[in-house]
């Protein structure tokens, strides 16, 4: 499976992007879709995931009512939509696919990342 994720930018507090990340390679739709973040100098971090069928997504505490992950299963692909922004949204973005959990080691296969600035 190959990832790559798209969407980033540089932005002004408050504003909203919106993230995606393609997928090729096997079967898409019978895994776990997530995004992470890490910003310099800090660990990568779980942001959301969002199951195959797109029935259950989950979402870290500091995104939680601000970001919105979904997926297309026929276009292969899973979005991140982030309104609201936070300079301390800012890091580098990437998509996973995986099991479910927030934890790094479920995912498997990692896009290259897209960087998200954030200013204040």
């Known amino acids: 499976v190959q990832l790559q994720a798209s969407g980033g930018g540089l932005v002004q507090a408050g504003d909203s992007l919106r993230l995606s990340c393609v997928a090729s390679?096997?079967?898409?739709?019978?895994?776990?879709m997530g995004w992470f973040r890490q910003a310099p100098g800090k660990e990568r971090e779980f942001v959301a995931g969002?199951?195959?069928?797109?029935?259950?997504?989950y979402y870290s505490d500091s995104v939680k009512g601000r970001f919105t992950i979904s997926r297309d299963n026929a276009k292969n692909t899973v979005y991140l939509q982030m309104n609201s922004l936070k300079s301390e949204d800012t890091a580098v973005y990437y998509c996973?696919?995986?099991?479910?959990?927030?934890?790094?080691?479920?995912?498997?296969?990692w896009g290259q990342g897209t960087q998200v600035t954030v200013s204040s």
């Open positions: 996973a696919k995986g099991r479910f959990g927030a934890r790094t080691g479920l995912y498997d296969y």
């Open positions: 390679g096997r079967t898409f739709g019978n895994y776990v």
């Open positions: 969002i199951t195959w069928s797109g029935g259950s997504t």
